[in-house]
Structures are given as structure tokens and as C-alpha cells.
């Protein structure tokens, strides 16, 4: 695949031309037929989510015909919300299913070459299914890992001796994230000396799951101690397959678990609990970098493995160094997943030139864009990336950021316009005490688990004898959570992997002192504009030495499967 990646792509977009040369969007292009890189991209246009919802939303209400794809789609995988707070809808196509798990055969033969010997033991992941919904068309709404997770694929997985989990399906596949999670950390705890390698999707999963034994450890031994099942497990699916797992008391292990983790110190837990691990296989790139100190803190500096690259849209490469310090992470995109341009990042215009997936430069940084099987046409992912090299022809790319994202703990993604907005409507209960906020900044607490987002605001009060209460103060935090998009709202209500969202009130002057700091650094006082987001520890510590109080959210705002606003 790497060796002649232009030979690829060529036949990758002339394969989805052809196919989908019928379709009303491509229809509207007037590409008549051709199926080479150069007509299509002189004809069809580079688009946003926005620019697809016409065609996205009759198809998720149940119109059949050939818009996007001339095969069907069969479900959408939601992706992180809009600017208007509603959460993306990705066509899918039945063998984009094919293609992911081409993509995940590919890793243990790379990792292989870095860690032998791992088909002699287990992995420890923590993987979980999210709350899914149906459109109003019938199809199923619901994360890409979701869709794996229940597809036939996963469930009926050949046995292989490298991808064996400690976690049966049963556990992964319960909605219900306690008893989920309590199962498979009884079942790591039960298979101790066999674990390899830990692992979660995201560093902030894992980080939750030794916050969730720090809680339950009690109870976890307790269930080794007797030999039986705690009452909280009442799903019939976990409680049958853990009977065969959970087999007989086991006294001394039991003890062992209470004396490791009775400990106030938890540093190196993992290692001193799972003592045969060699990695954590953890996506620390991008937002999850701000997790690495804590993993390192809990693993006592374990190397951590990206292994993928990939997204609602599409799965896009792997990383051929996998055991490489995280700050150095890049992934080799493989040329038959999609069609790849892309933007280079400093001109990112609508006139822009883009670049063949052959052509990019290294040092570079560009926006991706795709073509996929299942639709979606010179598609802006919103990922910038960054060119670090080539294996054989195939370009490697690092993650630079998300585009426009100022806030993340976990899948979640805030951007400045929507903090702007969730301001804005909390600062109204203000208002009507005679106050309002004067300037404000964000900052990602992630040093807590889970993380939560805290705002810091600089009030005008009229009044300086009646400050707004408490409880005004904590309504405003339940209403900025109310006006975030529901992958925040999901993460808070369901998966609980964001705690409430706190508000601290800094004194008058903080944010002129926030001013002349960035001056005395460099900054222009003509262009200087304030942070919306702030992660530079002298920053953040200026800002906490000038809080006079702080808030939290009282509640949880509100969130179904049905409500995707």
C-alpha cells in the first residue's frame, strides 16, 4: 500500500466516481462520466457539515434514493457537534466496516515488531458502548466505536491469540457504564498475571478507570474474597458470563488488592497490580496529551501506544513506531481508506490549491480532506496536520489540533463561538441583578478525574453591596452546561467522564493584569485580544491567585439519545 501511494489514490477515486457517478450530488457537478483527479476537483467543491446537511438530513428521514451514495446507507456514525450544537451525522456504507477492520488487522503485526511475545498473555481494555438513536428514517445514530463494538465483526471475532481481552462482550456490550466498567476491572483484577497491556480509547478513559478502582476497591475485593458477584451487577448477559470467570474465592489475592490499594500513594499502581504490563494503548495526541504526566504518574513511566488515526468520516492510517515517545507520534496514511487532499493550513481559503496526498511537503502543516466511498466529497475533517516524513511513499502525518476547538476533556469538543454563546445565556440571569461579565477565559482541568471545564469570569456589579448569590452564580453554570452541544452534555450525563463545569469569579483588574503580562512577554497591545483558552501555567496561576469565589453546577443539564440538540 505504501509503496506507490498516487497509484492508490488514482484508483481509489476513479473506483468512487465510477460507482457513484449516478448520485444527485454528483450529478449537480456535471462530471458526466469522468472519473479523473482532475475534472472532479474543477467541477465539485470543497465543503463543510454545513454544506451537506441538505443532503445528509432527507436520507436520515428516510429517503432512499441514490443522493450521496449509490449503495445504501446503512447507518450514521455521530460525530463531535456543530456550531449550532447538534451532533454530525456520517453516512456509512456496509463494507466501510471491511475497511476498518483491515485497518485494525494491521496493528498487532506492527506492534509485534516492537513488543514480542504479547499472544502469551491478555490486554486489559476498558472499551464501552455509547447511548445510540435511531433517525427519524429508522437508521442507527451512533459513535464509531459503538458500531464496532456491536458489529458482527467484533462479536464474532475469530480467536486470536494476540487480541485476547480479559473483558468478555458481555461487558463491553452493556449500556450501562458502572456495571460495564466494574465487570472488566473485576476481570483484570481476577486475570492479574496474565494482563500484557492496559489500554482505553482515549488517556482520559484510563485515567477514569484507576479513579473507578480508587472508589470500588473495597467492594472489588470483596466480590474475590466470597467468590460472588455484587449486587450492583444486574445485567443477565454480565452475570452469566462473569460466573464462569468468577469461579471461587480467592483470599490472597483479595488481601493483596486491599494492602496495594489501602495505600494513600498511588503512584506506579499499575505496574504494582498488572506487574507483566509492557504499554498502555492509549490515544495521547492532540487534547489527550494534557493526560501523559498522570499516566506516567499511575504506570511509573510506561511507554504509551498510538496505535490509529481515525474519525467518524473515516479511518485514515496507523502508526508503523508505535513505542515512540508521545510527543513524537505520527501515522502513515494508508492510501486505500479514501481519497486524501490536502489544505495547506496557512492559506486555508475556498480558492485554495490542494495537494494530492503524493505531493505534500514535509514540515508542512495542512487541513485534511477526503473523498469517501460512502459520500462525502472533498470533505473538510477539521484535523490540521502535520507532514513529519515518509514510509516508502507514503506521507506520516502528526496531529496538530482540531480546528477552532478551544475546550476538550474527553470526545468532547468546545469551540469559541459556542463558549461565546454558553456566556452569553448564562450572563442573562445576571442581568437581571444588575451585573454582567466583563471578560472571561477558559481553562481545561484535567488534573482532577474526570476533568471538568472551568470559566473564569470578571463581573461588573452595580450594586457592590449585593454580589450575585451563590445560587445565581451556580444556575450560571448549569446554563452554560444547558447551552453546550450534546457530546458534552453526553459526557456529563451519561458517560460521566466530564465533571460539573465551575465558574471562578477573579477580581476587578485581573484581566488588565492578564494584559500587561502578555506585553511584557511580547505580545502587541494594538493586537492583543484575550485568550478565550488558557493553558500556560503562569497564566492559570496569575488567574487563580486573583479568585475571590468559586462555583459549581448544581445539577446535570439535560441530554437523551432522542435529543440531539
Known amino acids: ?98 475497511r476498518r477492520q483491515l485497518l485494525y488487522s494491521l496493528l498487532m503485526p506492527v506492534m509485534n515488531l516492537y513488543v514480542p511475545g504479547l499472544d502469551k498473555g491478555k490486554a486489559l481494555y476498558f472499551l464501552f458502548v455509547k447511548a445510540e438513536s435511531k433517525t427519524p428514517g429508522g437508521l442507527p445514530a451512533r459513535p464509531v466505536l459503538t458500531s464496532y463494538y456491536k458489529s458482527e465483526q467484533f462479536k464474532r471475532r475469530p480467536h486470536d491469540p494476540y487480541n485476547v481481552y480479559t473483558s468478555p462482550n458481555e461487558a463491553i456490550l452493556c449500556p450501562d457504564s458502572s456495571q460495564s466498567m466494574y465487570s472488566q476491572m473485576l476481570c483484570g483484577l481476577l486475570m492479574r498475571h496474565e494482563v500484557l497491556r492496559l489500554g482505553a480509547v482515549f488517556a482520559s478513559g484510563l485515567l477514569r478507570a484507576i479513579g473507578f478502582l480508587q472508589t470500588n476497591w473495597k467492594e472489588l475485593a470483596d466480590d474475590i474474597s466470597t467468590g460472588t458477584l455484587s449486587s450492583r451487577i444486574s445485567d443477565p448477559a454480565i452475570k452469566e458470563s462473569m460466573s464462569k470467570i468468577l469461579t471461587k474465592p480467592d483470599q490472597e489475592l483479595a488481601d493483596f488488592i486491599t494492602s496495594v490499594c489501602c495505600q494513600d500513594n498511588w503512584e506506579g499502581i ?38 490509529m488515526y481515525a474519525s467518524s468520516e473515516s479511518y485514515f492510517g496507523i502508526n508503523m513506531k508505535p513505542i515512540c515517545n508521545p510527543s513524537e507520534v505520527s501515522y502513515t496514511i494508508m492510501p486505500n481508506m479514501a481519497y486524501f487532499e490536502f489544505l495547506p493550513d496557512e492559506v486555508a481559503t475556498e480558492q485554495s490549491e490542494l495537494v494530492e496526498l503524493a505531493d505534500v511537503e514535509v514540515g508542512k502543516e495542512y487541513e485534511l480532506v477526503i473523498t469517501t466511498y460512502a459520500g462525502l466529497n472533498r470533505y473538510r475533517v477539521g484535523d490540521i496536520l502535520q507532514v513529519t516524513g515518509f514510509y516508502n511513499s507514503a506521507p506520516q502525518f502528526k496531529f496538530v489540533r482540531r480546528k477552532n476547538v478551544l475546550l476538550s476533556i474527553e470526545s468532547d469538543k468546545t469551540d469559541e463561538a459556542e463558549l461565546q454563546r454558553a456566556v452569553e445565556n448564562a450572563s ?138
Not at 429517503?63 to 456543530?82: K, N, Q
Not at 461588573?460 to 453546550?484: F, G, I, N, R, W
Open 428 to 565: 442573562v440571569l445576571l442581568g437581571e441583578k444588575g451585573t454582567r461579565v466583563i471578560e472571561y477565559t477558559s481553562y481545561a482541568e484535567t488534573k482532577t478525574i474526570p476533568g471538568h471545564y472551568v470559566i473564569y469570569w470578571e463581573l461588573l456589579v452595580k450594586d457592590q453591596t449585593k454580589p450575585p448569590s451563590d445560587e445565581v452564580m451556580a444556575q450560571c453554570c448549569l446554563e452554560m452546561e444547558e447551552s453546550l452541544n450534546s457530546v458534552y452534555r453526553q459526557s456529563r450525563v451519561a458517560d460521566k467522564s466530564i465533571g460539573p463545569l465551575e465558574i471562578r469569579v477573579v477580581k476587578n483588574g485581573t484581566f488588565e493584569e492578564l494584559m500587561d503580562y502578555a506585553i511584557s512577554r511580547g505580545a502587541s497591545i494594538n493586537q492583543y485580544k484575550v485568550p478565550r483558552c488558557v493553558s500556560f501555567t503562569p497564566i492559570t496561576e496569575l488567574l487563580d491567585s486573583r479568585v475571590v469565589s468559586t462555583h459549581f453546577s448544581p445539577a446535570l443539564p439535560h441530554w437523551s439519545p432522542e435529543r440531539r440538540r
Open 1 to 98: 500500500m505504501t509503496l506507490n501511494v498516487d497509484f492508490v489514490q488514482k484508483k481509489v477515486i476513479r473506483e468512487i466516481l465510477s460507482r457513484n457517478s449516478e448520485t444527485e450530488y454528483l450529478k449537480r457537478f456535471g462530471l458526466k462520466g469522468f472519473t479523473d483527479r482532475k475534472t472532479f476537483k474543477s467541477k465539485v467543491p470543497v465543503v463543510t457539515y454545513d454544506d451537506l446537511k441538505p443532503e445528509i438530513q432527507p436520507i436520515a428521514n428516510g429517503d432512499r434514493s441514490m443522493i450521496l451514495s449509490s449503495h445504501p446507507i446503512t447507518e450514521f456514525l455521530t460525530s463531535s457537534g456543530t456550531s449550532a450544537g447538534e451532533r454530525k451525522l456520517m453516512p456509512t456504507i456496509d463494507e466501510d466496516m471491511d
Open 270 to 307: 499499575i505496574t504494582k497490580i498488572w506487574p507483566n504490563t509492557k504499554y498502555l494503548d492509549v490515544i495521547v495526541t492532540g487534547a489527550m496529551a494534557q493526560y501523559i504526566p498522570m499516566l506516567e504518574y499511575y504506570s511509573g513511566r510506561l511507554p504509551m501506544a498510538c496505535t
